[in-house]
């Protein structure tokens, strides 16, 4: 099969590829990781009060309809309906934001910041890093373990009888992090007791299966995870691996847990962080591609699910009116940093990811990859979906080789702040069908190509993916040759003398 190299032009002032310039190549591999589940953020808005009866912001993030496609929704399961006097926070203050998502097929999900005071060893909600709690450290008491359960069980019935089916509860936020604010803390063991003697408590049946999220430690500690890992009941009742990514990195802290926790049929979602929120003005162009590095390594820690701090927030997806962060900051209009999430919360939620040769960043030199770019890709229906990020300062030719063929496709294109150069989209111009494509990354950009297979090559007719068993096998390319080092598309011979097309 010949492999037909394409230059082209994009009509959107990326200029065509050039003999002899450096050049990246991307193998993509049909070697299948992670499914994705989605993308989303907390709904809540200024100092975490929830949005109340204002849903335009969710309105506008959230549905397959939308312009940015989010489909997770976290909310905090207040220590009470009525706020246990502890701030103006209760069930209410999200019911409107998770009802607009149920209704458009979202996952609603709810964590507990703190579990009612009575049940704690400081008697109230906040965590008791303050001078008028005297330093005491909130904890849940022992004796009241047996009552956590069931509260979450009042939790989910007053959103079911408000039409919000919850679809998970976490345990804990940031169980590590000793606060003034709402808060309580969780050893490792601690954690263990809880669900391991008292998770049986959670009514799955009546409530549609409701499944448990562990706690969310600050920089997905691994010690919370592993405790929960070594106990049979505890990885019963887990359904999913959760945590924060505050000044740990999602290759080097999450990656470790997404490998034991993946194999066992469970989930690893990141359920907050924030990036750049200390600015005084909007994120500048080079911080939203910081942003988009951080959803691609997620992705290539084994993360199947992403979810962003503040929905709402000059430094977040939609602008809250306040002029001294800058004229474009209006009140809901979407700003930079949601079209970066559009990239992959519209394209990549269903997916699943695939291996490419660029997957292992982390630790590798400039010689051996160069650390300016990243990529990932994934395989959706028909589609092969492939993420590229330069944030150099020029452009960078790029060779996507796919595991089989495609004969169209078209690209999402994001340079820069300005509304017109928010978010791209045109079609490759792929003239015959090919399993290899040449592109000029712009400078400073994220690209999204979504490349359509050629159903009718014989490129992929009959093509299965590769066994992994241990069968002793032969391998041929299309003429018959045979391969040393079997690649791409060849005809591989069984023991017994069966024959097929695979991709390898």
Not at 303 to 332: M, P, Q, S, V
């Amino acid at each position: 099969m010949k492999r037909i190299i394409l230059s082209f032009v994009v009509l959107l002032g990326v200029t065509a590829v050039q003999a002899g310039k450096p050049r990246t190549s991307l193998q993509v591999y049909n070697t299948k990781k992670q499914t994705v589940t989605g993308f989303g953020g907390a709904c809540c808005d200024g100092a975490m009060k929830p949005f109340g009866n204002d849903n335009a912001c969710v309105s506008k993030l959230y549905g397959a309809k939308s312009k940015i496609g989010l489909n997770i929704l976290r909310m905090e399961i207040s220590p009470s309906f009525t706020g246990d006097n502890w701030g103006d926070y209760d069930w209410n203050g999200s019911l409107p934001s998770a009802q607009t998502v149920k209704k458009r097929g979202g996952i609603v999900f709810g964590t507990p910041w703190s579990p009612p005071g009575e049940y704690k060893t400081n008697g109230t909600a906040q965590g008791g890093n303050s001078d008028d709690q005297g330093n005491v450290r909130g904890k849940l008491r022992e004796d009241c373990y047996e009552k956590f359960f069931p509260w979450f069980n009042t939790f989910l019935k007053w959103m079911k009888n408000h039409d919000v089916v919850m679809d998970a509860v976490s345990i804990q936020n940031e169980p590590d992090w000793w606060v003034n604010y709402s808060g309580c803390l969780y050893e490792p063991e601690e954690q263990v007791n809880l669900i391991k003697n008292y998770a049986h408590m959670l009514d799955r049946e009546t409530y549609d299966g409701v499944r448990i999220i562990s706690a969310e430690p600050l920089g997905f500690a691994k010690s919370y995870y592993d405790a929960l890992l070594k106990d049979e009941t505890c990885r019963e009742q887990v359904d999913i691996f959760a945590g924060h990514i505050y000044g740990h990195l999602p290759l080097q802290f999450i990656k470790p847990v997404a490998k034991t926790a993946l194999p066992l049929g469970k989930e690893v979602w990141m359920t907050e962080h924030s990036v750049t929120d200390n600015t005084d003005a909007l994120p500048t162009w080079e911080e939203n591609l910081i942003f988009a590095e951080e959803l691609n390594e997620c992705m290539l820690a084994g993360c199947t699910g992403y979810i962003y701090w503040y929905l709402r927030a000059h430094w977040a997806f939609a602008g809250t009116g306040e002029t001294k962060y800058g004229a474009a900051n209006k009140k809901d209009e979407l700003l930079p940093r949601a079209f970066v999430m559009s990239h992959f919360s519209k394209n990549v939620t269903g997916s699943t990811r695939l291996q490419t040769s660029q997957d292992d960043i982390e630790g590798r030199t400039k010689e051996e990859i160069p650390v300016n770019y990243e990529f990932s890709a994934y395989a959706k229906g028909d589609s092969i979906i492939v993420m590229a990020i330069n944030t150099t300062e020029k452009a960078h030719d790029l060779k996507i080789v796919l595991p089989y063929n495609v004969k169209s496709g078209m690209l999402w294109l994001s340079t820069g702040n300005e509304t017109a150069n928010l978010c791209q989209k045109s079609d490759l111009d792929i003239p015959k069908s090919t399993d290899e494509y040449l592109y000029e990354m712009p400078e400073k950009s994220l690209s999204t190509f979504i490349f359509m297979a050629d159903n009718g090559s014989t490129a992929i007719e009959n093509v299965n993916l590769v066994d992994d068993d241990d069968a002793p096998k032969t391998y041929y390319d299309l003429h018959g040759r045979r391969l040393d080092t079997p690649h791409g598309l060849c005809i591989e011979r069984s023991a017994n003398g069966k024959s097929r097309k695979v991709i390898m």
